[in-house]
């Protein structure tokens, strides 16, 4: 017993001891703490991005049908309504008066559809052939399952876009070949638009085109998953989805509106054998541009070493 009353007041002792060590040591890094504290970033590091990727990439992939369908449904139309209000706000623009500063327009005010998909939240096909593959190389999700979220998320996006195309920018009258100035004026920017993208563009140029856009379409993501608030993300999408809006490159949802549209409103001479070879070629561009240039470039750089769950 004395024993133990020995090592009771040993440890006894030790523990104020410790504590005393311990509120002599808070003491001094209060004092060192001006000079050591660094503020606070309010950005996701490369690094940290890339798990968030993953992590977004596995959610979407989780998604069941339904969820995936209405979700690309509403992607497909958020990026229709940056699509007409592109063709408008840059209708009537004189080309030898404006220049290159037209296709800047068009590219700015499109640069909605990818705000509203980011911040009101939706599935984006060409979001997704991002952000899923980065979460396959990480081993989190199958190829199957990647798969088949992007057939249903094509088939959502497809049917948003066309809804818009045909209901809010043919029936409506907003594009019209006849009646007010502004319609007349925006139905010859939309034939203009699609004449490049399906009659005048060579497939091969169709999907080079498509895999920088894609590129810069994931950066806009990427970034936007890096920024910690609203008016961080907006800032980080407008300028990638601007430039490649501006180079004149393919996006296959994009597309899914302005093809069908010009179809609908018979102008840009565009066919529908020509409509489908197009967004086949901005299907498979758009597809490699997110999936080497983006998942494959950033997960090498960041995931490859890190062990799977």
């Excluded at 979700?71 to 958020?78: D, M, P, S, T, V």
């Excluded at 088949?148 to 998320?153: A, E, M, S, T």
């Excluded at 430039?243 to 409103?265: Q, S």
């Excluded at 409509?275 to 240039?293: D, E, K, P, R, T």
Aim: aromatic letters at 10%; one cysteine or more; charged letters at 10%.
């Amino acid at each position: 017993m004395r024993y133990d009353a020995s090592r009771l007041t040993h440890d006894g002792s030790q523990v104020s001891n410790n504590s005393v060590q311990g509120a002599h040591d808070s003491a001094q890094g209060a004092a060192q703490a001006p000079h050591q504290a660094a503020p606070a970033s309010n950005y996701n590091t490369p690094q940290q991005t890339a798990v968030a990727a993953v992590a977004a990439g596995t959610a979407k992939a989780a998604l069941k049908p339904g969820n995936a369908l209405v979700g690309g449904f509403l992607a497909g139309a958020y990026i229709a309504f940056g699509g007409l209000l592109a063709v408008v706000g840059s209708a009537g623009l004189n080309p030898q008066q404006w220049g290159g500063l037209i296709t800047l327009v068009t590219g700015l005010v499109f640069s909605l559809g990818l705000i509203l998909v980011v911040v009101g939240g939706a599935e984006l096909l060409t979001g997704n052939m991002a952000l899923i593959p980065l979460a396959v190389l990480a081993r989190r999700v199958t190829v199957a399952k990647m798969l088949r979220n992007w057939l249903w998320v094509t088939i959502g996006n497809l049917a948003g876009s066309v809804f818009v195309a045909y209901v809010l920018a043919d029936r409506t009258g907003v594009i019209a070949k006849t009646g007010g100035l502004t319609a007349t004026q925006s139905y010859a920017r939309l034939g203009a638009i699609t004449m490049s993208k399906a009659v005048s563009e060579t497939h091969m140029e169709q999907f080079l085109r498509a895999m920088g856009c894609n590129w810069l379409v994931c950066l806009a993501v990427w970034l936007a998953l890096a920024a910690r608030d609203v008016a961080g993300k907006i800032l980080a999408i407008i300028f990638p989805i601007t430039a490649f809006v501006a180079l004149g490159f393919d996006h296959v949802v994009a597309n899914m509106f302005f093809l069908p549209a010009a179809m609908f409103l018979h102008t840009g001479g565009v066919t529908f054998s020509n409509m489908v070879l197009n967004l086949i070629m901005a299907y498979l561009g758009n597809a490699v541009g997110a999936g080497v240039f983006v998942a494959g470039a950033y997960w090498y750089m960041y995931l490859r070493d890190q062990p799977a769950d």
